[in-house]
């Protein structure tokens, strides 16, 4: 049952991932996620049901539109099988089956993993984090922080706590980044992080609450300079050029969500 149940998830997150490619391509631009249906955007030619299956549509159509033989970037497909396996993983990570409150818990979780991707993908296009995207992903996680657990569990206790520990994973991500922003200019004459980092934070701090949080920004932050330090030695990045930060606290906050709590667990081990 538990392999019906992945497989399920890894084919919602195929379709998932053809939202977030419309989501990372029309939010910057401004145009409506709605209207018009997906088309080609040479010709504007509307796709075919069998054109939008996600994969499958792109190999079918040779990676170029059936009209105007315009290249479709890779990437889509891509995004859609990066998707497919993030939704596998996390149907995996929560042992998922076909109750109501698995549905509804792995269903949430992949709402997280798809805002962080979609910002992810538009931060690498623009090196900006849509505030209105952040801003869903924040009250998406407030609500189900809020009630998930007391309706998982049956009983409200003393009180709603995932509420507690979201808003604490809140003001430690907007916190911490303004610090790290303010210590950052001042010793290097210019913005260090951009404010839309600071409002990721806040989103990585609500779902995964301010423990996670942190572990999650120690691996992203870890990830960043890696990858940083090796683009200068490359010759692929200059010192001064600007480098989107939230790929890799996204990397962070799956690698929290996933791994944080064995990596807290080893860690308090050896003390």
């Not at 991932?17 to 040479?42: D, K, Q, T």
């Not at 596998?88 to 998922?96: D, E, R």
């Not at 609450?209 to 942190?214: D, E, I, T, V």
Request: net charge neutral.
């Amino acid at each position: 049952m538990r392999v019906f149940a992945i497989g399920f998830w890894a084919i919602v997150g195929a379709a998932v991932g053809s939202c977030i490619n419309v989501v990372a391509h029309r939010l910057p631009r401004g145009i409506s996620l709605w209207w018009p249906p997906s088309r080609c955007p040479g010709c504007l030619t509307p796709l075919g049901p069998l054109e939008n299956v996600p994969v499958l549509g792109w190999l079918g159509l040779g990676g170029k539109c059936r009209h105007c033989r315009m290249a479709i970037p890779v990437r889509y497909p891509l995004v859609e099988l990066g998707t497919a396996g993030l939704f596998g993983v996390l149907a995996w990570h929560f042992q998922a089956g076909f109750t109501l409150t698995s549905l509804v818990e792995v269903a949430c979780w992949g709402f997280f993993a798809a805002v962080l991707l979609a910002l992810s993908l538009i931060d690498l296009d623009t090196l900006e984090l849509p505030g209105e995207l952040t801003a869903a992903g924040i009250v998406g996680g407030l609500v189900f922080r809020t009630f998930f657990p007391v309706w998982a569990s049956g009983a409200w206790a003393s009180g709603p706590p995932g509420l507690v520990d979201a808003l604490y994973g809140l003001l430690v991500g907007i916190g911490l980044f303004d610090v790290i922003s303010y210590v950052g200019e001042k010793a290097m004459g210019k913005e260090a992080m951009g404010g839309g980092d600071a409002t990721l934070a806040a989103l990585i701090g609500v779902w995964l609450g301010w423990k996670l949080l942190l572990v999650s920004l120690a691996f992203g932050f870890g990830l960043g300079a890696v990858f940083g330090l090796a683009g200068i030695a490359a010759g692929r990045l200059k010192r001064e050029e600007p480098l989107p930060f939230g790929p890799f606290l996204a990397l962070g906050a799956l690698g929290g969500l996933l791994f944080g709590e064995s990596w807290i667990t080893s860690y308090m081990t050896l003390f």
